[in-house]
């Protein structure tokens, strides 16, 4: 009997995450995705432990080689990376883009730009564009022709972005 | 045995929905307040259930009457019908309290086509230093669509 409780209760939780993807369900997904990506490409981590994310598409493009292009040169260039935190997604036409920013050794910041499409609830890596970054404080809100805006609070300038 | 299930069920979905609070999980949360405040701008929707997601100040600064019916006048004089509002992007960022200690907040966009020939902007702000996000502000803002020149 606990056994045929157990499934049931592990059978709604797979219901309830498969039927209701949301938004959230998504950026999880992709920030999990974003965090494979930047351990394979800084530490040990190898190609084919990315390879059940990729669109067959980027994969064509994405090689195991290109991989090894691409992490030689994030380690060069970028030299050591760490503090890699999500920091916007921008919501696409059945696709989402996701921005990354690490601080790095030979670059103050470098930041991770992911496209991933997002058919069926889900989620594949669909383009990678790494580059370096220099960081900047910019306000939070856009303050240009607002039609409201309460006063409650005092917008703070934002520390933890980098400005493209 | 039926209700032990049903227990059992609650207590599994509960404490995953509170144990994992992910940006996902806040995101959701949040995409559910912003669209309750669109719904008060555009379609009357429930001002005093959406104020225990909100700062007292918020509350009381942007979800009174005359507020609210200034900010539907406002948007209806420069936007005009806006149509498709739509989750756009979620944003990590800052904002200092009145002591100037920085918390971690969520900026939310939506983002719907006015009749007027401008994006409308919807932004909001979110405080996530406690279990779940609070509304702290919010703006509306529009951009004007550049129609292309026909060569």
């Given at each position: ?106 670059v103050p910041n470098a930041e ?19 580059r370096p970054v220099e960081a900047k404080k ?24 980098a400005k493209k | ?151």
């Amino acid at each position: 009997m606990k056994k045929k409780l157990l499934l049931v209760v592990f059978m709604l939780v797979c219901l309830v995450n498969t039927c209701f993807a949301s938004n959230g369900s998504a950026l999880d997904d992709e920030e999990q995705i974003a965090n494979k990506v930047f351990t394979a490409l800084t530490s040990k981590g190898e190609y084919s432990e990315l390879v059940p994310y990729l669109s067959k598409g980027f994969a064509q493009t994405f090689t195991e080689e290109k991989f090894k292009e691409v992490k030689g040169k994030v380690n060069t260039e970028l030299g050591n990376l760490k503090n890699f935190k999500l920091y916007t997604l921008e919501k696409l036409d059945k696709a989402d883009r996701v921005f990354c920013v690490a601080d790095g050794s030979k670059v103050p910041n470098a930041e991770f730009g992911f496209l991933f499409t997002n058919n069926d609830s889900k989620v594949l890596l669909n383009g990678l564009v790494i580059r370096p970054v220099e960081a900047k404080k910019q306000t939070v809100t856009p303050q240009a022709k607002s039609v409201t805006q309460s006063q409650s609070t005092t917008p703070a300038k934002n520390t933890n972005q980098a400005k493209k | 045995m039926k209700k032990l299930l049903l227990l059992v069920t609650v207590l599994v979905l509960s404490f995953s929905s509170i144990c994992f609070a992910s940006d996902g999980t806040n995101l959701d949360a949040e995409q559910k307040i912003a669209a309750s405040v669109i719904d008060v701008y555009y379609k009357n929707g429930n001002v005093e259930e959406l104020k225990q997601y909100c700062t007292a100040d918020f509350a009381k600064n942007a979800l009174n009457a005359t507020s609210i019916s200034r900010v539907k006048k406002e948007l209806d004089d420069k936007f005009g019908k806006v149509d498709n509002i739509q989750f756009a992007a979620f944003e990590r960022a800052s904002f200092l309290d009145a002591n100037k200690k920085a918390h971690p907040a969520n900026n939310v966009v939506f983002a719907g086509r006015g009749e007027k020939n401008v994006v409308v902007l919807y932004n909001f702000l979110f405080d996530v230093s406690g279990k779940k996000p609070i509304l702290i502000n919010h703006n509306i803002s529009g951009r004007q669509i550049q129609q292309q020149e026909k060569k």
